[in-house]
């Protein structure tokens, strides 16, 4: 089993910045790559970014490429999503996801773990 508890979220305006964190516990040794997901109210929960494990290699959703950056330290954990240029399309509880099967995921379905969730919110 693989614990993960998020925190960062907030609110802030139009072009600001937040930085959310991921820390996970537990089975870590076992995973192929984490991601970050988000939900909007009314919307599907959608992919955002993703990381592997051991290549830390990354892969972004196309309206995120250039804004958002996810990254890890050398000890692997926490993963955080540095957010820049923030806009209110951007809302949404935001959830990290870890993966002990696939490491190109950006469904869903691939990932076994998930955190609670943290609430961001970008005013206009």
């Known amino acids: 089993q693989v614990q993960l508890v998020e925190s960062g979220g907030g609110l802030v305006q139009a072009g600001g910045s937040l930085r959310l964190s991921c820390a996970a516990s537990?089975?870590?040794?076992?995973?192929?790559?984490m991601g970050w997901f988000r939900q909007a109210p009314g919307k599907e929960r959608e992919f955002v970014a993703r990381?592997?494990?051991?290549?830390?290699?990354?892969l972004y959703v196309d309206s995120v490429k250039g804004r958002f950056t996810i990254s890890r330290d050398n000890a692997k954990n926490p993963v955080y999503l540095q957010m820049n240029s923030l806009k209110p399309e951007d809302t949404a509880v935001y959830f990290c996801?870890?993966?002990?099967?696939?490491?190109?995921?950006?469904?869903?379905?691939?990932?076994?773990?998930w955190g609670q969730g943290t609430q961001v919110t970008v005013s206009s």
């Open positions: 996801a870890a993966s002990d099967t696939y490491s190109g995921g950006t469904s869903t379905y691939q990932y076994a773990y």
């Open positions: 537990g089975r870590t040794f076992s995973l192929y790559a």
């Open positions: 990381i592997t494990w051991s290549g830390g290699r990354t």
